[in-house]
Nanobody, 115 residues
Framework: QVRLVESGGGLAQPGGSLNLSCTAS????????MGWYRQPPGKERELVVL???????NYADSVKGRFTISRDNMKSTVYMQMGNLRPDDTAVYCC?????????WGQGTRVTVSS
């Protein structure tokens, strides 16, 4: 059983930045695909970015060039730097860990982008 805890959400102004963290416990995340998803108000959950264990990364088109994922397997932590934030980035951001058919979700952290 993997437990994921996100942190770093909050309020940011348009054009600003926030850094999210996701810390895992219960297993070594090295072989896991680690991802960030988000659910904007009134909308479906969507993939933001996925970091594969072999090193490849997939970003949603909407965040390419603005968001950066990184992972420190030794610290069991995944980070996401979010820059040039826009109001439509407002959402609950959730961390996800996937190994084969088994996936785990964090509780999420809320990000609000507003002036």
């Amino acid at each position: 059983q993997v437990r994921l805890v996100e942190s770093g959400g909050g309020l940011a102004q348009p054009g600003g930045s926030l850094n999210l963290s996701c810390t895992a416990s219960g297993d070594d995340i090295t072989p896991y695909a680690m991802g960030w998803y988000r659910q904007p108000p009134g909308k479906e959950r969507e993939l933001v970015v996925l970091s594969w264990p072999a090193g490849s990364i997939n970003y949603a088109d909407s965040v390419k060039g603005r968001f950066t994922i990184s992972r420190d397997n030794m610290k069991s932590t995944v980070y996401m730097q979010m820059g040039n934030l826009r109001p439509d980035d407002t959402a609950v951001y959730c961390c996800h860990a996937l190994l084969g058919p088994t996936g785990y979700w964090g509780q999420g952290t809320r990000v609000t982008v507003s002036s």
